[in-house]
């Protein structure tokens, strides 16, 4: 008689006891929204990220709104930015009245390409928003090198990049404005939340308006509005739980790392040439293994793939379909063939499970069912 295997979803959070002990107390403090544990969580990202400026927010969405209304982007603006990636990245723009400008991606990354940017570039372009997809950073020195020439702000979308570097450095030590995810699968989670790394003290008690509806306030009774602000705190509740993450944030980019490495040896060397599928860019310098993305061969429909892994015990997800192929997009003037690399990836790639508290076994498992179903 066998037993059926566990359900492996493809992302799964990992929370110590310590953790679930701190928020506990914060409930028990009666200090639920932003207080002395986003002052400390403030503080601790501020050192991961070599002392720049670092407010947090309720999620990693605003982060790039906000970033964007500091620079002064508005109605009138165009903001360069991917059609391979979460919807949020596009929307930001919209939002604070700009116009977004796609440009494709590069095949294997499936970063913005960046050598397609220039011809994008018009007198209205004001900022870029490149992507480090799965934490697999773009090319920095050439991204900011296009930034500098243009004079450009850059928003760096760095939602999936905690941990991840550029020649030795942090994404989010260096650059311009960095906006980070703490949602629940990323690497590490307040369960919904996020950061924007700044450049200056200006910039820092600007984002701090911004993100509780533009107050300042002076001594007990003093407040002035002197912006148009929003809701975007951080509660002292997720802070607890992200000082409780960053303790194992090395950990959990190490365990990720060596997942990635099992992935690549379990696929083999020859996976790609018999199956028609495509993995990710083998790094393993500089990405944090934020996921592990496969993109399918045109002759495999990807539903019945997920739904035949699902079967099999084994969730996996897909990130992303490409944005400009929403009815909303679509409704802006944006259509099929516009941006072909991001439409086949789109259309074809799947997530598979990653996360710090899978194992050896749990790849090969993984592996095995993929490749039942490719050959």
Known sequence: MTTALPFLPFTKPTIDEETIAAVGNVLRSGWLTSGPNVQALEAQLSDYFGGRPVRTYNSGTCTMEIALRIAGIGAGDEVITTPNSWVATAN?????GATPVFVDIEARSHNIDLDKVEAAI????????PVHMCGLPCDMDKLYAIARKHNLRVVEDAAQAIGSTWKGQRIGAFGDFASFSFQVNKNIMTGEGGCLVLNNAEEARLAEKYRLQGVTRS???GIDVDVLGGKYNMTDIAAAIGLGQMKHLTEFNAKRKALAQHYFA???QDFEARSGAELPIADFENSN???FHIVLPERIKRSEFMQQMM???IGLG??????HLFSYYRARGFTDGMFPIAERVGKQIVTLPLFPSM?????????????SRLS
């Open 318 to 323: 897909y990130h992303y379909r490409a944005i």
């Open 289 to 291: 293994w934020h996921m």
């Open 311 to 313: 079967e099999a015990g």
């Open 219 to 221: 001594g007990l009774d």
């Open 266 to 268: 379990a696929f083999g």
């Open 92 to 96: 930001v723009i919209i939002e604070v």
């Open 122 to 129: 018009t007198p209205r372009t004001k900022a870029i928003i």
């Open 359 to 371: 194992t050896e076994a749990d790849v090969e498992r993984v592996v095995t069912a993929v490749k």
